[in-house]
């Protein structure tokens, strides 16, 4: 699974080059693009998105251990009502696309609005279609098939690259006043991606042997239960999406190209998090489900540490990668094409900022995972209401004590402190709940991964410094010399000082990713 993320990770971010040099990164086409592109997500995410894994994954493992067809019923059902939720609330968001754009992007020229409005009316089916195909992937993780859900992103991402080198090549406009056929390229092609993915994982449903139809109606699976679950979910996630539009809106406040640094710093940012975390979370979900279910807490407490034990691990050395190589990554990654040198600077900086966010971010969304096993939905709302409030006032202050410029470098730090927060205040909850949430273990495996992530940042910084008199790190060649060689070198000393401090999980890890070899 980890494999297939990976891949359609990669399929993504090569999207989001083509997408930068095609419409040019730091225009203002790029941001009303982005913008628009983001609503179908955050509207998705507002009312069904968060459902998939506090409420939809638990009911249905719980439908599968007690119903006597396994939960099929109850599953055609589920699919049923989301169908209808989705239909109607889509087309409430066409009809709202005008407040959505004023939402997030008050910034907006007149031309950027009036096209980022037409842009997510084409945008905004995706709801539906993000909805139906999250549903199924549900269904077929709870059967123990992950493979199909994490390769269908990438059928997305290659439509869409596709999309970007056809808009290069019948010489798209890089403004606001785009032809016809240059809109519909745009808007219909990245809709498309998006239905393709929907259609990979029903399709992968129906060849597992699950009987896909609608039920004409969807009462006999508690309703009134998943509402009452539900309440507390939605008041989860309109927190979370009140944390993504002040962020939103604060870099639209930071200047040309603000809104897409922003992004595309957040986009490089969630990769290792998906390939890693998301893996180990989609994989973990339905596991502690079935444990809560039995009662069995030891082992729920068993899976969540382990699993926080093993993210660690890898997202340590990646998070002092960002902070160290922000800028030299964006460099490599996005300068080149039509973008614009000073938006490729902030978004290196923005992204440096969020190395400090990748690990609480990380260990926060993991633990999440035992409330929502325990269906607690409503201690997880109330500390997601914290989390937003923080980087809310975050945000804020970004935006009052920094430079417009600068404003969206602080959103990622604002972001450090709320996840850290909501950290620590899950951790005690859950504790309370379980009895323990294994501690002491959980605490000598960061200082162990804090000290080996250091010796690996002084190895890296050592290559920075010794190639600094031989390339010139400002210009493409020369990032990515130093990037290469900075990589090596603090890979090879974080290994190397894990191997000294016994890091039983690198170890693991290691031998998992090389069988046979001895690597410790």
């Not at 406009?173 to 929907?198: K, P, R």
């Amino acid at each position: 699974m980890a494999i297939a993320t990976l891949a359609s990770r990669i399929a993504g971010f090569v999207r989001i080059l083509v997408l930068a040099a095609a419409l040019g990164l730091g225009t203002r086409l790029l941001d009303t693009y982005n913008i628009a592109n983001t609503l179908p997500n955050a509207v998705y995410e507002l009312i069904v998105g968060g459902t998939m894994a506090s409420i939809v994954v638990p009911l249905l493992t719980r439908a599968a251990l007690r119903e006597p067809d396994g939960g099929v019923l109850y599953a055609q059902r589920l699919l049923t009502l989301i169908v209808y939720i989705l239909s109607a609330l889509t087309l409430v968001a066409i009809a709202a696309a005008p407040l959505l754009i004023d939402l997030y992007a008050p910034g907006f020229t007149t031309d950027q609005r009036e096209l980022a409005i037409v842009f997510s009316r084409y945008f905004l089916p995706q709801i539906l279609f993000y909805g139906i195909s999250a549903t199924a992937a549900a269904v077929l993780n709870i059967r123990g098939h992950f493979g199909a859900p994490a390769w269908a992103p990438l059928c997305n991402s290659v439509i869409v690259i596709a999309v970007g080198l056809a808009y290069a090549a019948v010489g798209g406009s890089t403004t606001t006043t785009l032809e016809t056929g240059h809109l519909l390229l745009l808007s219909l092609g990245t809709t498309a991606g998006v239905l393709a993915q929907m259609v990979l994982v029903v399709w992968a449903l129906r060849r597992a042997g699950f009987p896909v139809r609608l039920r004409l109606d969807p009462r006999g699976i508690g309703i009134r239960r998943i509402g009452e679950l539900g309440a507390w979910v939605l008041l989860s996630v309109v927190a979370t999406q009140i944390l993504v539009a002040a962020a939103t809106r604060a870099a639209s406040w930071s200047g040309l190209g603000g809104i897409t640094a922003y992004q595309y710093a957040n986009a490089i940012f969630h990769v290792p998090f998906a390939v890693v975390a998301v893996s180990v979370m989609t994989a973990m979900l339905p596991r502690l489900s079935q444990y809560a279910a039995r009662g069995e807490q030891q082992r729920v407490v068993t899976g969540l540490s382990r699993a926080v034990r093993t993210a660690l691990v890898v997202m340590a050395p990646i998070a002092t990668a960002f902070i160290l190589l922000g800028p030299r990554i964006a460099t490599v990654l996005f300068d080149h094409g039509n973008s614009s040198a000073a938006t490729v600077r902030v978004l290196g900086l923005v992204l440096a900022a969020y190395g400090l966010t990748l690990v609480p971010f990380t260990s926060y969304m993991i633990l999440q995972r035992g409330l929502y096993a325990l269906q607690d939905t409503r201690t997880s709302a109330l500390i997601t209401a914290v989390v937003a409030g923080v980087g809310v006032a975050g945000c804020a202050v970004a935006g009052w004590l920094l430079q417009p410029g600068d404003i969206v470098i602080g959103i990622p730090v604002a972001y450090a402190v709320a996840y850290t927060t909501g950290l620590s205040l899950t951790a005690v909850v859950l504790r309370r709940r379980l009895g323990y949430i294994d501690g002491k273990r959980l605490i000598r495996t960061h200082i162990r991964v804090f000290a080996a992530a250091l010796s690996g940042a002084v190895c890296a910084g050592l290559a920075v410094w010794a190639l600094a008199p031989a390339v010139d790190a400002s210009a493409w060649a020369g990032a990515l010399v130093t990037g290469v060689a900075a990589g090596f070198a603090g890979a090879a000393g974080y290994l190397g000082a894990g191997r000294l401090l016994r890091l039983a999980e690198l170890r693991h890890l290691l031998n998992a990713a090389l069988p046979g070899v001895r690597t410790w």
